[in-house]
T-cell receptor, first 113, second 110 residues
Framework: GAGVSQSPSNKVTEKGKDVELRCDPI?????LYWYRQSLGQGLEFLIY????????KSGLPSDRFSAERTGGSVSTLTIQRTQQEDSAVYLC???????????FGSGTQLSVL | GQSLEQPSEVTAVEGAIVQINCTYQ??????LSWYQQHDGGAPTFLSY????GLEETGRFSSFLSRSDSYGYLLLQELQMKDSASYFC???????????FGKGTMLLVSP
């Protein structure tokens, strides 16, 4: 695609429910990143993929968070048993290899009620 | 660890010049990057300084001084559309990911 695509753009869920967030990176980009942004805050790193493997998942805040990437393309971030503190914008980015120029999607606004 | 400090907010008027500073505490990194994010939008890459000195891209310039642990983004001939948040970021040595500052909200008024 022309850019990084994320879906859904907005997700409202109830506390305790599971959610899945999807990211379609730019075609051919081998590196994929998930970040989280709370209101008025910076970007908090969650997990990094190179191809289908995740060499750095140090930013995942708890074992309720997991992510996978298949076919070197689409990635899914899953949050189990959501909590109110999980409410944030979840941003996905991709890059052509390991470099500083990341291309971000518009994010998924997650609201946990 | 890595820590980047930016002012939380900067205000300026159209046509003016504004400088957004970024100071950091990190043992070593590949370079300093800047990203722009409009409200509700995706962060977009603006510039990257691998070496000390000034990099110019149109109205925007970015500067890095490793000896001073300091960098800045300079925006000239400000326009209303420049109102956005600006983030500095570094990729520390040995890491594959960018660490971002908390961002500076730039408000441009007529």
């Amino acid at each position: 695609g022309a850019g990084v695509s994320q879906s859904p753009s907005n997700k409202v869920t109830e506390k305790g429910k599971d959610v899945e967030l999807r990211c379609d990176p730019i075609s051919g980009h081998t590196a994929l990143y998930w970040y989280r942004q709370s209101l008025g805050q910076g970007l908090e790193f969650l997990i990094y993929f190179q191809g289908n493997s995740a060499p750095d998942k140090s930013g995942l805040p708890s074992d309720r968070f997991s992510a996978e990437r298949t076919g070197g393309s689409v990635s899914t971030l899953t949050i189990q048993r959501t909590q109110q503190e999980d409410s944030a914008v979840y941003l996905c980015a991709s890059s052509a290899g390991q470099n500083e120029k990341l291309f971000f999607g518009s994010g998924t606004q997650l609201s946990v009620l | 660890g890595q820590s980047l400090e930016q002012p939380s907010e900067v205000t300026a008027v159209e046509g003016a010049i504004v400088q957004i500073n970024c100071t950091y505490q990190t043992s070593g990194f590949y370079g300093l990057s800047w990203y722009q994010q409009h409200d509700g939008g995706a962060p977009t890459f603006l510039s990257y300084n691998a070496l000390d000195g000034l990099e110019e891209t149109g109205r925007f310039s970015s500067f890095l001084s490793r000896s001073d642990s300091y960098g800045y983004l300079l925006l000239q001939e400000l326009q209303m559309k420049d109102s956005a948040s600006y983030f500095c970021a570094v990729r520390p040595w040995g890491y594959s990911t960018l660490t971002f500052g908390k961002g500076t909200m730039l408000l441009v008024s007529p």
